[in-house]
């Protein structure tokens, strides 16, 4: 069993930035692919980005390429998520979610373990 933790979330005023956290408990992410998602009040869980367990490839929703880079760091103990020019509609829990196989996916059910999620709120 993995168990994913993130940290970061916050509120913030639109255009400002964050950095979401992910760590998996007494693990690394060498052999994890690894996305990010998020849910508003009212929505359905949706794809940000995902990376996979070589990190040599990564996927970004429409809605947040350009502004938002997911990246693991140097030891692969902890995926980030920069989120730049954070928008109101960025508002949401944001969760991890880790796929055994070292896929990136921005399917829900590619994942096998789940965070707990950490809430953004970019007020305007």
């Known amino acids: 069993q993995v168990q994913l933790v993130e940290s970061g979330g916050g509120l913030v005023q639109a255009g400002d930035s964050l950095r979401l956290s992910c760590t998996a408990s007494?693990?690394?992410?060498?052999?994890?692919?690894t996305g990010w998602f998020r849910q508003a009040p009212g929505k359905e869980r949706e794809f940000v980005a995902s990376i996979t367990s070589s990190g040599g490839h990564t996927n970004y929703a429409d809605s947040v390429k350009g502004r938002f880079t997911i990246s693991k760091d140097s030891a692969e103990s902890t995926v980030y998520l920069q989120m730049n020019s954070l928008k109101p509609e960025d508002t949401a829990v944001y969760y991890c979610?880790?796929?055994?196989?070292?896929?990136?996916?921005?399917?829900?059910?590619?994942?096998?373990?789940w965070g707990q999620g950490t809430q953004v709120t970019v007020s305007s």
């Open positions: 007494g693990r690394t992410f060498s052999r994890y692919g």
């Open positions: 979610a880790a796929n055994r196989y070292g896929l990136g996916s921005p399917r829900r059910y590619a994942y096998d373990y």
